[in-house]
């Protein structure tokens, strides 16, 4: 079943375009290493983290300032300049990474829970209802880490990690279900694609399989054969068909020789390609800063996190 929110955003790459929303706090994710700037607003990441490598290690170097200094980032990184901006590309999606902390208040956590479904729920019903634009909620991470019980990253897509993924997620179903069963749930596959998870799952299921695709890293990508990969991910990405396929993270950083003068043709083969097979795209990122980083390193996405 495609709810009407993933009805739309699957002709989004030909009547209009979907972008991931940076959040408002940088967060550098576990894993191997990449180029800095890909996953962090080094600018503001550099003047308040105090040296630390990620969200959790900036509070607790920040103290009791913490709240205070993400609570200002919350209020200017995105704002209803950036959603008008957007609506003039034609984007009709917004995809909004949070982490759990936005959600919860964790006994023992370092991550800040402060009016962070304030500020997205402003530039949510700012885009919903100036532009008609629908809302993609990602909640980007949970208590115990991306894997959720198990926080040993080397666990990430195992079995192990896909069954505690898989049992969660009939949970959030059912709670859904009961607030409005028209609203889809989306799971990111853990890089296993949509066939890994169909014994799950009853075929009716609102469930909607989020599939990321980038090509900074580990597939020897260059600007002038990433459009080739992203066909053939594209036509991957529909597994067996028998859930919808929303590409809800990509980009165009190919991992050799980014240039300039092949970006238009790359963004566009993307849009086509992942709109045409699946049920369209959210491209990775909305809004970067500094400028300087996206020159050094040719379209890398602010991977950030609140």
Not at 10 to 37: F, N, Y
Not at 176 to 189: H, S, T
């Amino acid at each position: 079943m495609l709810a009407p929110l993933l009805t739309l955003a699957a002709v989004s790459t030909l009547l209009g375009q979907s972008c991931a929303l940076p959040p408002p706090s940088p967060h550098s994710p576990p894993g191997p290493p990449g180029p800095p700037e890909y996953f962090i607003d080094t600018t503001w990441w550099d003047a308040n983290s105090g040296g630390a490598s990620d969200e959790w290690g900036l509070c607790a170097n920040l103290g009791s300032r913490c709240g205070p200094v993400l609570e200002n980032r919350y209020a200017i990184w995105i704002t209803y300049a950036d959603i008008d901006k957007s609506a003039t590309a034609n984007i009709n999606v917004l995809r909004i990474p949070t982490t759990y902390a936005a959600w919860i208040k964790l006994p023992g956590t370092q991550l800040y829970s402060g009016n962070q479904q304030k500020y997205l729920k402003d530039i949510a019903l700012y885009a919903i209802k100036e532009y008609n634009m629908h809302i993609i909620v990602d909640i980007h991470s949970l208590p115990g880490g991306v894997n959720v019980d198990n926080t040993a990253f080397s666990a990430f897509g195992s079995p192990y990690a896909l069954s505690d993924l898989t049992n969660f997620t009939k949970g959030v179903l059912k709670r859904v279900g009961k607030v409005n069963a028209k609203i889809p749930v989306m799971l990111q596959d853990g890089f296993k694609g949509e066939s890994y998870f169909p014994p799950s799952f009853d075929e009716t299921t609102n469930l909607v399989f989020d599939i990321h695709s980038y090509y900074f890293a580990g597939r020897n990508a260059c600007a002038a054969n990433v459009s080739s990969y992203i066909c053939t991910d594209a036509k991957a990405a529909v597994g067996d068909g028998k859930f919808p396929v929303f590409v809800g993270e990509w980009a165009i950083e190919a991992q050799y020789n980014n240039t300039f003068a092949l970006r238009q043709g790359n963004l566009a083969a993307g849009l086509y390609a992942f709109g045409k097979k699946t049920s369209g795209s959210a491209y990775w990122t909305a809004k970067r800063s500094p400028f300087v980083a996206w020159v050094n390193h040719n379209n890398s996405s602010a991977h950030t996190h609140p």
